[in-house]
């Protein structure tokens, strides 16, 4: 069984950063695809950011594209997302999520096997 623990959510004004972080455990954190989501009041779940095992291939939503930037440490079982340049509509619940076949991007919630409880991301104008 994979747990998930993100943390880094918080309240920044626009133009601010914020790194969340997503710490694993009970599995073999190295051989996953990781991916960001994150959920906004009265919106569907949304794809963020997905990164392979090694780290050789990632991939961001077109939202988000040159201001946000996942990476991932396979000796700390962590995988980071990098928020800059933030703006209002980056409000959400961000949830980080791991696949256990590693070796593709991942861009669609239902590819995920196992998911954390998300971290609160709140953007003032």
């Known amino acids: 069984q994979v747990q998930l623990v993100e943390s880094g959510g918080g309240l920044v004004q626009a133009g601010g950063s914020l790194r969340l972080s997503c710490a694993a455990s009970?599995?073999?954190?190295?051989?996953?695809?990781m991916g960001w989501f994150r959920q906004a009041p009265g919106k569907e779940r949304e794809f963020v950011a997905t990164?392979?095992?090694?780290?050789?291939?990632?991939y961001v939503a077109d939202s988000v594209k040159g201001r946000f930037t996942i990476s991932r440490d396979n000796a700390k079982n962590t995988v980071y997302l990098q928020m800059n340049s933030l703006k209002p509509e980056d409000t959400a619940v961000y949830y980080c999520?791991?696949?256990?076949?590693?070796?593709?991007?991942?861009?669609?919630?239902?590819?995920?096997?196992?998911w954390g409880q998300g971290t609160q991301v709140t953007v003032s104008s």
């Open positions: 990164i392979t095992w090694n780290s050789a291939n990632a």
């Open positions: 999520a791991s696949a256990l076949v590693g070796t593709m991007v991942r861009r669609f919630a239902n590819q995920y096997d196992y």
């Open positions: 009970g599995g073999i954190f190295s051989g996953y695809s």
